[in-house]
């Protein structure tokens, strides 16, 4: 139970950050703000809809982090 609270925390925390660089980026380059709403919605879209085991939203999550940071 408390290792689903951490991944839980760490998904969550990614979608904030995420969220956060989509609307800092708005006002350096507008057209990858978009690419970053569009990755939120998916990782949403795969959280909600799609029945995968909690691990892989993490993977997720971290694989548009550091994509994000490939970026900056």
Known sequence: MKKEGV?????YLSWIFL????????FINPYRSIIWALSLAALL??????????????????IVLLNVFGKL
């Open 7 to 11: 991944m839980k925390f760490f998904i």
């Open 45 to 62: 879209f795969l959280y909600f809809r799609v029945k995968v085991p909690l691990y892989m939203h993490l993977l997720f999550s971290f």
């Open 19 to 26: 969220l956060i660089v989509g609307v800092a980026d708005l």
